[in-house]
């Protein structure tokens, strides 16, 4: 733990010094005359929002209690949280597939459609054999990927 302490400490030292040189630089850009012409006043514009965004990033360092007293376990995700059944994973690897499968065919489709000599997809014989060809229907109704 005394790791994350002195990354505390450091954090919150270059914090200082980036928050130091973002008020001189915006100082810098405050104390310059008016811009003369469009190209001078767009250069400024520029720099301003250089200045905005950097300030922005710089804002974005400062520990806030919430950030300070969070537990990295909380952050966590439980294992049951993330748990699918070997059943529900096989199929939704099979509608995975299928749908690969129904893009793969409807992209060799047109590259036929279009003069383009390609070889079909090696991924199978049986395209969407996992699965079915859940796609086969919308490839009837003109879907825009097969069109």
Same mark, same amino acid.
């Given at each position: 733990?005394?790791?994350?302490? /002195?990354?505390?400490?450091?954090?919150? %030292?270059?914090?200082?010094?980036?928050?130091?040189?973002? /008020? #001189?630089?915006?100082?810098?850009?405050?104390?310059?005359?008016?811009?003369?012409?469009?190209?001078?006043?767009?250069? +400024?514009?520029?720099?301003?929002?250089?200045? @905005? +965004?950097?300030?922005?990033?710089?804002? @974005?360092?400062?520990?806030?209690? @919430?950030?300070?007293?969070?537990?990295?376990?909380?952050?966590?995700?439980?294992?049951?949280? +993330? /748990?699918?059944?070997? @059943?529900?994973?096989?199929?939704? #690897?099979?509608?995975?597939?299928?749908?690969?499968?129904?893009?793969?065919?409807?992209?060799?489709?047109?590259?036929?459609?279009?003069?383009? %000599?390609?070889?079909?997809? %090696? +991924?199978?014989?049986?395209?969407?054999?996992?699965?079915?060809?859940?796609?086969?229907?919308?490839?009837? #109704?003109?879907?825009?990927?097969?069109?």
């Amino acid at each position: 733990m005394a790791g994350k302490a /002195d990354e505390t400490e450091w954090l919150e %030292a270059v914090f200082d010094r980036l928050k130091a040189l973002t /008020d #001189q630089a915006i100082a810098v850009v405050a104390a310059a005359e008016a811009p003369a012409d469009v190209a001078e006043a767009e250069k +400024r514009a520029r720099a301003i929002g250089v200045m @905005a +965004r950097t300030a922005k990033a710089v804002a @974005a360092l400062t520990l806030s209690p @919430a950030r300070k007293n969070r537990n990295p376990e909380e952050d966590e995700m439980s294992e049951d949280d +993330r /748990d699918v059944s070997d @059943a529900e994973l096989v199929g939704l #690897q099979a509608e995975f597939f299928a749908r690969i499968d129904h893009l793969v065919g409807g992209f060799e489709r047109k590259s036929l459609a279009a003069g383009l %000599a390609r070889e079909p997809a %090696a +991924r199978g014989e049986d395209p969407g054999a996992e699965g079915g060809d859940q796609g086969g229907a919308e490839a009837g #109704q003109g879907s825009v990927l097969v069109a």
